[in-house]
């Protein structure tokens, strides 16, 4: 993958409004370069990421500031690679979604010490991506892109469409040409061009990292290549605001679905930020990772004792966890181990039950990912991995209207007449 230059308008650090983004630095080696579109190191390859220059802040203040923001994740604006004035410009402002006490199913799965699950269902293309895209969309201005584009497993097309349409840019996103007819729909709804691509999610992305360095990629911003290291930060709003809805303090233990592995590993640097500017009591936490069977490299490569994630080919209903090569497997090994954590995986039809459990007892339809992380906490319960005494959040990333298909079979208990004698008959009395 050809490394990508730094635009002229970003030859230094102080040529673009990101807040308190001092500069991107390398998760290998540590070579620091200015902040710019670019996502991979020029020294050794390794990823970028934010390094951000929190010096001089006062705690106290900076929780009322925090608590004083709009119910929406600009609320973190100081904490962000962001404006100041982000919450002025036109966006879907995501975030700020409920925490649900689970008590129905805690006690399903024998949970005392506390469940909740963190419902991103109801950002407003339903689902996680949303909190990403919002980010990468305040990068792309800064860096005067003109194109949205993404590599998708299907929310993720949905939540640039969206964005796009929303802030006035151009969209065009890529997708594998098999995904949900609901997720297909969603993305081409807002008017930008959706492309499928015959292959897998990691054939669209390769395909996306060789578009960039042509010309017909000029001026596009792609979300989760190009605009990476912007994009993947919207995720530690989830830990910001779990942390914040628990009474500003961490929870004891979180499952947290694999796709790129992205999202487990920005949460659990949301949470060491939140420890370091003294906003939450440190303590220790532990994360795990869910992943499908049909899907699972990383928690292959977590039960085998590996450092190294090898890839798989993709076969399961979890379409939107189906990353056979994801890019943060390695992180997301680290963190479950230095916190005690675990990966594992489920069955689909371990998925499904999920689905269902969770909206029996707590009235949440999610999609097939979080069945995926439901699934997971109750076999990591059952193996006595998970301490059920411990408080613990589970994440639901996506309704399950876009996964309508998982569920098929479910439908009506009985077809009556309209009379209470066929009522009866139905034995429903």
């Known amino acids: ?25 390398c998760r290998e080696c540590g070579h620091r370069v200015p902040l710019g579109p ?34 929406n994740i600009w609320r973190y604006a100081p904490l962000l690679p962001v404006p100041a004035d982000v919450a002025t410009k036109p966006n879907l402002n995501p975030g700020w979604t409920k925490l649900v ?40 201005r800064a860096f005067g892109f003109t194109t949205l584009s993404c590599s998708s497993t299907g929310n993720l097309a949905g939540a640039v469409g969206a964005a796009a349409a929303r802030a006035g840019f151009r969209s065009c996103v890529f997708i594998p040409h098999d ?22 999610y990691d054939d669209v992305n390769r395909f996306c990292s060789e578009l960039i360095g042509d010309p017909a990629g000029e001026g ?59 906003l939450v009591e440190d303590k220790p936490y532990k994360i795990f990772g869910a992943q499908a069977e049909g899907c699972s490299p990383v928690s292959t490569a977590f039960k085998a004792g590996h450092d190294v994630v090898r ?66 906490t109750k076999k990591l319960i059952e193996d006595g991995v998970l301490d059920p005494s411990l408080t613990t959040v589970v994440l639901n990333t996506g309704d399950g209207l876009k996964t309508l298909d998982a569920v098929a079979g479910t439908g009506l208990t009985a077809t009556i007449r309209p009379s209470l004698e066929s009522f009866r008959e139905a034995g429903l009395v």
């Open 101 to 140: 006490q689970a008590d129905n199913l805690a006690r399903e799965l024998g949970v005392t010490g506390g469940l909740y699950v963190k419902d991103d269902s109801g950002n407003p293309t339903h689902s996680f991506k949303d909190r990403v895209v919002a980010q990468a969309l305040e990068a792309a």
């Open 179 to 200: 995904l949900e007819q609901g997720k297909i729909v969603m993305a081409a709804v807002y008017g930008g061009e959706l492309v499928g691509i015959e292959g897998n």
């Open 220 to 278: 596009w911003g792609f979300v989760n290549v190009n605009l990476r290291p912007y994009y993947a930060e919207g995720s530690k709003t989830l830990a910001y605001e779990i942390c914040e809805q628990l009474g500003w303090r961490l929870p004891d233990q979180l499952v947290v679905p694999i796709a790129s592995g992205s999202q487990l590993t920005k949460i659990d640097k949301g949470l060491q930020e939140l420890i370091k500017l003294g």
């Open 311 to 376: 890839p798989q080919k993709p076969n399961t209903i979890a379409k939107s966890l189906a990353i056979g090569n994801p890019a943060d497997g390695p992180y997301v090994l680290d963190i479950a181990r230095r916190t005690g954590g675990a990966v594992e995986d489920v069955t689909d039809a371990q998925v499904v039950d999920a689905i269902k459990l969770l909206a029996r007892t707590e009235g949440i339809f999610a999609e097939t990912a979080g069945g995926v992380t439901v699934g997971v």
């Open 1 to 25: 993958m050809a490394v990508q230059t730094v635009a002229s308008t970003t030859d230094s650090a102080n040529s673009v409004d990101l807040g308190p983004a001092a500069a991107l630095s």
């Open 38 to 71: 670019v996502f991979a190191c020029e020294e050794c390859f390794g990823p970028l990421e934010i390094a951000y220059d929190f010096s001089g802040h006062d705690t106290e203040e900076l929780r009322k500031r925090i608590e004083a923001g709009p119910a």
